[in-house]
Every structure is written in C-alpha cells, then in structure tokens.
C-alpha cells in the first residue's frame, strides 16, 4: 500500500489517496506514485498558514 497527497482542499489541506497492489508488486506502486508525481507536483505545496 502506498499513500499520496495528489490533491489540496480549499483549505489547503491535503486530500490523499492509498493505492494497493498485489503482494510483491511495489514495483507497480512505485510507476504509479512517479507518474501520479508527475502529473500533478506535491511536493512543494504547503497548507496556508
């Protein structure tokens, strides 16, 4: 299992996702987190303050 923030609410807080695969395929989780990365950038975002 995998989790994610992909997405940010009105509030700026994020919204996540958990993403599971087959046993002994975090391989595929993996692929999927990199595209979900890139596709839509999280790591610079922040809540407001």
Known sequence: MISLPPHT???GL???V???A???RE???LRVAA???IA???QNRHPAR
Do not use: F, M, R
Request: aromatic residues 4%; hydrophobic residues 50%.
């Open 35 to 37: 595209e979900l990365e």
């Open 18 to 20: 958990h993403l599971v």
């Open 9 to 11: 609410g009105a509030d």
């Open 40 to 42: 839509a950038p999280w």
């Open 14 to 16: 994020p919204i996540g």
């Open 27 to 29: 391989d595929l989780l």
């Open 22 to 24: 087959a046993s002994g």
